[in-house]
């Protein structure tokens, strides 16, 4: 027989069901158990101590149960709590403070309550420079409820104060910080109505506390040079030039040479693409480090000296350069005309690419400001009111060694070379210059100019006597000495000389007897016996340049000064001069050469009264390929060409600059 349960059971079951799943999936959560903190504390008496609590519920929520719970201490004579959970220090000993709650076990922690006796700051003297700082520590001596002792630092617990604030200051930490030069401050700490002892703070005059170098980074082209300024700096903040001695490390001398310039700057000058740190020590500093990235570099602006036959064709002009495009010079104008001339002879730029020096055919140097977004050259004021001697008149050329640091100009006619240092630092005067002096030995018809890639030689083509004359540079004052062998021969009439770019070789362009003669130069500069090379079916040979690479030399042909001349095109190797390349005809009475920074380009300048540049692109075998047209109009008679080479290209503002050509 089957038994059935009755519905009125089975009503009764489902609601017990309901009620105890209803139970279960209540939304308030219950209370399962509360926390305490801190569990240990100590505080000296009549001081305070807040508790707090965690209350942690049955759906795994926790929340701040400070306010929920019953605070309670153990013994009141020791400490008592507040219904906030602040509690009280009355005497010393310890007690248990608890937190209960309804349906919890509660929670307890220990406070001990001690008796401060006393605060103690150290040091308890001390000499602040301006600007420097120093830490005080303050330590709290305590009695315990059983007679014994002990300390607590409450350095950031306790109040400072400095009687003077001129002389120093304190913080909440109790670092002082020097306010003053003289005088002295005391330096307390209170801490629950007991004061310290009294530090004695005195002022004085800021303190060395490391080197610094500026720029700390920078980029420069191949062949330029930047500035570096090295300072003290001191507790204030302020810099001061060097009281000691800094010495200076070279990370990569192959990419940058160095030298010092005056008691805090140094200069660099770039030598290869790559990257160098320079790092400057002085006894008792850390080192501290600059780094000077060296790239290829940028050809941005050409300048043209034109001698010209009247003061209507002579002057200054100057390109916009873009090596890229198929008319790489662009934008031809003419400078402010000169006073004291018939016509510029040469133009030189300054290798920080900041100024241009200009000497005029009656030995007259200009100096001028380039604007680096248009190439713009101005000459400065004191520069136009009154230009530098350097000459009686005559031809003369230039040479700045590769610091910048001295400018050297050559006369022909008088038979003598000006040495003048140059002022890299001035605002109101910039490259100013100021006299070397004369040097005379060992000249007779002194042409070119030449000085290695160290700034420490230099080598002048005499065209009477048919020799170069060699030079060391003083390092500091620029004065010129003869080498111990002081001259060497050369072919006949030579006029324009070139370094190859490691500087190890000499190239000097004889129009005599149409031959180059090849010096390797040995230790101490020293030129040694030259190894010349004819330049088959050339006229009169003017000038020779290297390109930047190394690889390849071009020569210039002046022809018979009628016609066209020709540029020759030869290898450099092992046997210099005797793998020709090609050539390539110019304009008429070619005298100066000139290579971009990347050696992507070649120009000529033709001496006439007409004068123009030939341009030509210099292909990867070193052959030349003439620019479409090959020529552009200048002045009258141009005696050389220049570049401006940057690290970069210049801003789109020279885009904006509008011609001015003639």
Same mark, same amino acid.
């Given at each position: ?38 569990? @240990? ?5 009549? +001081? ?28 009141? +004579? ?9 509690? @009280? ?29 006393? =605060? ?70 209170? &801490? ?15 303190? /060395? ?73 002085? !006894? ?9 990235? =060296? ?19 002579? %002057? ?9 495009? *198929?008319?790489? /010079? ?28 200009? =000497? ?43 610091? %910048? ?15 003048? +240092? ?16 004369? !040097? ?31 030079? *060391? ?9 003869? /080498?111990? =062998? ?15 770019? *490691? ?29 010349? &090379? ?5 006229? *009169? ?44 005809? @110019? ?34 075998? %070193? ?40």
């Amino acid at each position: 027989m089957k038994i059935y349960p009755s519905r009125s059971g089975l009503a009764a079951v489902s609601i017990a069901v309901v009620l105890i799943l209803a139970a279960c999936s209540s939304s308030t959560p219950t209370l399962r158990y509360i926390t305490v903190s801190p569990q @240990t504390s100590t505080i000296p008496a009549t +001081t305070t101590q807040q508790y707090s609590a965690l209350a942690y519920y049955s759906d795994g929520t926790v929340k701040d149960g400070t306010g929920l719970v019953s605070w309670s201490s153990s013994d009141s +004579t020791v400490a008592t709590i507040s219904a906030g959970g602040v509690a @009280t220090g009355v005497a010393p000993g310890t007690v248990t403070i608890t937190g209960s709650a309804a349906g919890t076990s509660g929670a307890s922690a220990t406070l001990t309550v001690t008796n401060l006796d006393s =605060v103690e700051i150290a040091p308890t003297a001390a000499t602040i420079p301006l600007g420097a700082t120093k830490a005080f520590t303050a330590t709290g001596s305590y009695t315990n409820s059983d007679g014994s002792t002990g300390t607590s630092d409450v350095t950031t617990l306790v109040t400072w104060s400095s009687s003077d604030t001129d002389v120093a200051t304190i913080s909440t930490a109790g670092v002082a910080t020097g306010a003053g030069t003289s005088g002295t401050s005391n330096i307390t700490a209170t &801490f629950h109505g007991i004061t310290s002892n009294t530090a004695v703070v005195t002022g004085a005059p800021p303190a /060395l506390v490391s080197l610094q170098i500026v720029p700390t980074t920078t980029t420069a082209p191949v062949g330029g040079a930047v500035n570096f300024t090295i300072s003290e700096v001191l507790t204030d903040g302020s810099t001061r030039v060097p009281t000691g001695t800094v010495t200076w490390t070279n990370g990569t001398p192959a990419t940058a040479s160095i030298v010092k310039t005056s008691a805090n700057t140094f200069t660099a000058s770039a030598l290869a693409v790559g990257s160098t740190m320079f790092t400057a020590s002085e !006894t008792g500093l850390d080192d501290v480090n600059s780094t000077l990235n =060296v790239v290829q570099g940028v050809t941005n602006f050409a300048y043209v000296a034109n001698v010209g036959t009247s003061p209507d064709d002579a %002057g200054l002009g100057y390109f916009s350069v873009d090596v890229t495009s *198929s008319t790489p /010079l662009t934008n031809y104008q003419t400078a402010t005309a000169f006073a004291n001339t018939l016509g510029p002879i040469q133009a030189a730029v300054h290798p920080a690419g900041t100024l241009l020096y200009v =000497v005029d055919i009656g030995s007259y140097l200009h100096i001028m400001t380039i604007d680096p977004a248009t190439g713009t050259p101005t000459e400065t004021t004191a520069s136009a009111a009154a230009p530098v001697a350097a000459g009686t008149g005559g031809l003369n050329h230039i040479a700045i060694d590769p610091y %910048g640091r001295f400018i050297y100009v050559s006369d022909d006619g008088a038979n003598t070379i000006q040495g003048f +240092t140059i002022d890299q630092t001035s605002t109101t005067s910039p490259g100013a210059l100021t006299a070397i002096g004369t !040097t005379t030995a060992n000249l007779d018809g002194p042409e070119d100019l030449v000085i290695d890639p160290t700034g420490s030689y230099m080598y002048v083509t005499n065209s009477n006597a048919d020799t170069v004359s060699a030079y *060391s540079i003083n390092q500091t004052t620029g004065a010129l000495t003869a /080498l111990a =062998v002081p001259t060497a021969p050369t072919g006949t009439t030579p006029y324009f000389e070139t370094l190859d770019p *490691s500087g190890a070789h000499l190239f000097v362009a004889n129009s005599g007897d149409n031959t180059v003669s090849v010096f390797t130069l040995g230790a101490g500069g020293a030129l040694g016996t030259a190894t010349p &090379f004819t330049v088959t079916d050339a006229t *009169s040979i003017a000038n020779v340049a290297v390109a930047p690479s190394g690889s390849f030399i071009y020569i210039v042909d002046y022809g018979d000064g009628a016609g066209p001349g020709t540029v020759y095109a030869y290898s450099l190797g092992a046997t210099i001069g005797t793998t020709p390349i090609g050539s390539a005809p @110019t304009g008429v009475a070619p005298i100066s050469i000139n290579i971009d920074a990347t050696g992507a380009g070649l120009a000529i300048t033709n001496n006439t009264d007409t004068g123009t540049l030939s341009l030509y692109k210099i292909n990867s075998d %070193g052959s030349l390929t003439a620019t479409t047209p090959p020529d552009v109009t200048v002045g009258g008679a141009p005696w050389w060409t220049t570049t401006y080479n940057a690290a970069a290209a210049p801003s789109a503002a020279k885009k904006g600059a509008k011609s001015t050509k003639k």
